[in-house]
């Protein structure tokens, strides 16, 4: 087992504040409606390809920002995002959203997938899990899955807005590795896992 501190230490800043723009933590991040009145963001066009080496120190900062650690829990086992592969998407010079990833059976498992703040919102992270998608076709897998944890509203929303739906609920496989509760996303502490998957 990986040791605590690899695994689930207090969140850092991740996501950006729809209204106002600021950076925020996991904890200061709330829920808002919103009707069709958002706004749109006009982006550069924007490249998703493998990582390169040079890629790989972007990619890790990006998701050691957001899960403060490489070694995460999923599906049962410690995975180290670092040994990895992974997918980056690139607009000007530095990757702006990476996906990590594995092949696991007949699924490619979506091991992380992180947006930097400053892009959150304009198509980043909907480019890379098309290319996930894609890449799992052309290896003839069926499935694509991915878990998350109970907090992340954001999430939950991202995947089942792109044809994932939830298969399974690990109650506290999250907390039984941390020695007191770790405020997630809103605050809400940080507990289970939840497991979704797309069926190809
Ligand atoms: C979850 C996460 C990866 C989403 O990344 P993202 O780059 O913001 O995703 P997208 O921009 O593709 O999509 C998010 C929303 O922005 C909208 N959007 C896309 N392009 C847009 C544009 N040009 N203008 C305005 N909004 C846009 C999308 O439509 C989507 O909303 P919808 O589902 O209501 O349609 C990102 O929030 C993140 O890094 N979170 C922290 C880490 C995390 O939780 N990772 C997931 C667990 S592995």
């Not at 999923?74 to 990476?98: C, K, N, T, Y």
């Not at 995947?159 to 994932?164: E, P, S, V």
């Not at 997630?184 to 797309?198: N, Y």
């Amino acid at each position: 087992m990986a040791h605590e501190s690899d695994q689930f230490g207090a969140k850092p800043a991740v996501l950006r504040c729809a209204r106002c723009g600021r950076f925020v933590d996991w904890a200061e991040a709330y829920l808002q409606l919103v009707c069709g009145c958002r706004p749109r963001i006009n982006l550069p066009p924007v490249l998703v390809r493998e990582a390169t080496d040079a890629d790989r120190a972007a990619a890790r900062q990006l998701f050691e920002r957001d899960f403060r650690r490489t070694k995460i829990v999923a599906f049962g086992e410690v995975v180290d995002i670092d040994q990895m592969p992974a997918l980056v998407a690139v607009m000007s010079e530095a990757p702006s959203g990476a996906l990590a990833y594995r092949l696991m059976g007949d699924a490619l498992h979506i091991v992380a997938l992180a947006t930097d703040p400053m892009w959150q919102r304009s198509g980043v992270g909907s480019y890379l899990l098309a290319e996930a998608e894609l890449l799992a076709r052309r290896l003839a897998l069926r499935r694509l899955v991915v878990s998350t944890t109970n907090d992340n509203l954001p999430s939950l929303y991202f995947y089942q807005r792109r044809g994932y739906s939830l298969t399974d609920l690990v109650p506290n496989s999250v907390s039984a590795h941390t020695s007191k509760p770790v405020p997630g996303f809103a605050g809400i502490p940080v507990r289970d896992e939840l497991r979704l998957e797309k069926r190809l």
